[in-house]
């Protein structure tokens, strides 16, 4: 049955997919603001990636998963995390975190769960067909003045391929859960991300023995500097004001100072500078390698059998590996002529708005240094602002202009490589993301609906930037 709404009648709607971390922040976000929307999430909950074991099949987490940014730090705005709540929860607290956001601005009635978005295609100028297929196995299309994208980029795990032939077990991070996989067996951790330090850290200590490989160093910030959470030792305004150039050799200063050197641990120098390099964040793994649990290898040169040989020349016997190789960027319900991901590129204006679709956006597709939460919320403000007609969008070529900018600057800050091309600094893309709103008054708009021009945000909640007494928060 498919059932195609007419553009005409008003109020036009847009659509929401995905309600994790970042697609729940865009539902509470224009429903505040008073713009009609639909959501649609594959699973039968609310979470993304942060819900163990999620029925959507697609969440990369595992058992042992706690947050490598601080706890005030990832929080939304205007809903805190319990102070009583450890400094690193874990993904079962991120989770009712989460939850509990939903039900206090109370929203959930708003997203259609256990429905796939599996198509979504351009009508006219402006507007988009969806079509979603529900729990039911029926299909329906519904036509909508602006779509949202927030379906996430840590759900298509990228392999990497090498010669030769491995006989033993193998798996990708993203299918990783507990460490049974590794008891009594010789692993190998193929990577030096946050999910393999933590995978190997964890593997180390039942396997028969355990190495990681790393095709080059890497700075490792642990999650305390100082006797403070890591993200906490540079005060937010100098994030803000400073350039990076200048806050880099501070850093590192403060992290040669609270952990001395890389090499001192047996892993290789890194070539390039802090600041430079997405961070790898672990206070275990020096734990493991000081203690000869771990073993740090070169890149795999060759797969062979039973063993697998290494670039330095030398050869493990290996009964699994562990594939943390990173994840490809992909929008399967998107024509690959509106938006083509490749080498996990994408040409978004301010890494939100589609230049040639403005009524396209997408929340969350950004690797910041720091929390996506915050990140998240604030591209959905301005996405918001937008689709009232309060701010508007400059002409396609400054926006091509502005995402040329934007990848040269990451090509010269920057190692190569894939999970570098949508980098962000935390606060200073957060304070752009602000100013943007108003720049936009300036610049042509196009609002959702007519009778949205103008609109005055709804008020807020009263209980905003108050935790909800709530049996959670009382056991928190």
Same mark, same amino acid.
């Given at each position: 049955?498919?059932?195609?709404?007419?553009?005409?009648?008003?109020?036009?709607?847009?659509?929401?997919?995905?309600?994790?971390?970042?697609?729940?922040?865009?539902?509470?976000?224009l429903r505040e603001q008073g713009?009609?929307?639909?959501?649609?999430?594959?699973?039968?909950?609310?979470?993304?990636? +942060?819900?163990?074991?999620?029925?959507?099949?697609l969440s990369s987490a595992y058992?042992?998963?706690?947050?490598?940014?601080?706890?005030?730090?990832?929080?939304?705005?205007?809903?805190?995390?319990?102070?009583?709540?450890?400094?690193?929860?874990?993904?079962?607290?991120?989770?009712?975190?989460?939850?509990?956001?939903?039900?206090?601005?109370?929203?959930?009635?708003?997203?259609?769960?256990?429905?796939?978005?599996?198509?979504?295609?351009?009508?006219?100028?402006?507007?988009?067909?969806?079509?979603?297929?529900?729990?039911?196995?029926?299909?329906?299309?519904?036509?909508?003045?602006?779509?949202?994208?927030?379906?996430?980029?840590? +759900?298509?795990?990228?392999?990497?391929?090498?010669?030769?032939?491995?006989?033993?077990?193998?798996?990708?991070?993203?299918?990783?859960?507990?460490?049974?996989?590794?008891?009594?067996?010789?692993?190998?951790?193929?990577?030096?991300?946050?999910?393999?330090?933590?995978?190997?850290?964890?593997?180390?200590?039942?396997?028969?023995?355990?190495?990681?490989?790393?095709?080059?160093?890497?700075?490792?910030?642990?999650?305390?500097?100082?006797?403070?959470?890591?993200?906490?030792?540079?005060?937010?305004?100098?994030?803000?004001?400073?350039?990076?150039?200048?806050?880099?050799?501070?850093?590192?200063?403060?992290? +040669?100072?609270?952990?001395?050197?890389?090499?001192?641990?047996?892993?290789?120098?890194?070539?390039?500078?802090?600041?430079?390099?997405?961070?790898?964040?672990?206070?275990?793994?020096?734990?493991?390698?000081?203690?000869?649990?771990?073993?740090?290898?070169?890149?795999?040169?060759?797969?062979?059998?039973?063993?697998?040989?290494?670039?330095?020349?030398?050869?493990?016997?290996?009964?699994?590996?562990? +594939?943390?190789?990173?994840?490809?960027?992909?929008?399967?319900?998107?024509?690959?002529?509106?938006?083509?991901?490749?080498?996990?590129?994408?040409?978004?204006?301010?890494?939100?708005?589609?230049?040639?679709?403005?009524?396209?956006?997408?929340?969350?597709?950004?690797?910041?240094?720091?929390?996506?939460?915050?990140?998240?919320?604030?591209?959905?403000?301005?996405?918001?602002?937008?689709?009232?007609?309060?701010?508007?969008?400059?002409?396609?070529?400054?926006?091509?202009?502005?995402?040329?900018?934007?990848?040269?600057?990451?090509?010269?800050?920057?190692?190569?490589?894939?999970?570098?091309?949508?980098?962000?600094?935390?606060?200073?893309?957060?304070?752009?993301?602000?100013?943007?709103?108003?720049?936009?008054?300036?610049?042509?708009?196009?609002?959702?609906?007519?009778?949205?021009?103008?609109?005055?945000?709804?008020?807020?909640?009263?209980?905003?930037?108050?935790?909800?007494?709530?049996?959670?928060?009382?056991?928190?």
């Open positions: 049955m498919v059932d195609v709404a007419s553009s005409c009648g008003p109020p036009r709607k847009a659509c929401i997919i995905g309600a994790g971390s970042s697609g729940i922040a865009a539902c509470k976000t713009v009609p929307y639909d959501c649609f999430e594959i699973g039968s909950g609310v979470g993304g990636m +942060w819900r163990f074991q999620n029925d959507n099949g058992r042992s998963l706690h947050i490598n940014t601080s706890r005030d730090t990832m929080a939304y705005s205007d809903f805190p995390l319990p102070k009583s709540w450890p400094p690193f929860p874990d993904h079962s607290k991120v989770l009712k975190y989460f939850e509990s956001y939903v039900d206090h601005f109370g929203f959930r009635d708003t997203i259609t769960f256990r429905t796939k978005v599996v198509k979504v295609e351009l009508v006219g100028q402006d507007d988009w067909d969806v079509t979603v297929v529900g729990p039911d196995g029926e299909s329906r299309t519904n036509r909508y003045g602006a779509v949202i994208v927030a379906n996430g980029h840590h +759900w298509n795990p990228r392999q990497a391929t090498y010669p030769g032939e491995f006989h033993g077990e193998q798996l990708h991070s993203h299918h990783y859960r507990t460490p049974d996989v590794g008891l009594g067996k010789r692993v190998l951790v193929v990577g030096f991300g946050n999910s393999s330090c933590d995978i190997a850290c964890e593997l180390s200590r039942i396997s028969d023995a355990a190495f990681m490989s790393v095709r080059r160093g890497a700075h490792v910030i642990p999650k305390y500097m100082f006797g403070r959470a890591m993200d906490t030792i540079i005060p937010k305004f100098i994030w803000e004001r400073l350039p990076w150039w200048l806050i880099r050799p501070v850093f590192a200063y403060g992290l +040669w100072l609270s952990r001395g050197r890389a090499s001192w641990y047996g892993l290789p120098k890194p070539e390039h500078g802090v600041l430079q390099e997405h961070p790898t964040i672990s206070a275990d793994l020096f734990n493991v390698l000081g203690h000869g649990y771990l073993g740090i290898k070169p890149n795999v040169e060759e797969l062979c059998g039973d063993s697998v040989k290494f670039v330095d020349g030398s050869v493990e016997k290996i009964d699994v590996i562990i +594939w943390c190789t990173g994840y490809n960027i992909s929008f399967p319900f998107l024509d690959q002529q509106i938006i083509e991901p490749l080498n996990n590129e994408v040409s978004l204006y301010q890494r939100v708005v589609h230049p040639n679709h403005p009524s396209l956006f997408f929340i969350g597709l950004v690797q910041p240094w720091g929390a996506m939460m915050p990140l998240a919320e604030a591209q959905s403000k301005w996405i918001a602002k937008l689709l009232t007609g309060e701010s508007g969008l400059p002409s396609r070529d400054e926006m091509l202009a502005e995402i040329q900018h934007h990848r040269t600057r990451i090509s010269k800050r920057y190692t190569h490589g894939a999970r570098h091309t949508i980098q962000v600094d935390f606060y200073p893309y957060q304070q752009l993301l602000k100013k943007m709103a108003h720049r936009g008054r300036k610049w042509p708009k196009r609002p959702l609906n007519k009778t949205l021009t103008g609109l005055q945000p709804a008020k807020p909640d009263s209980r905003g930037g108050k935790w909800p007494e709530s049996p959670l928060n009382k056991a928190a």
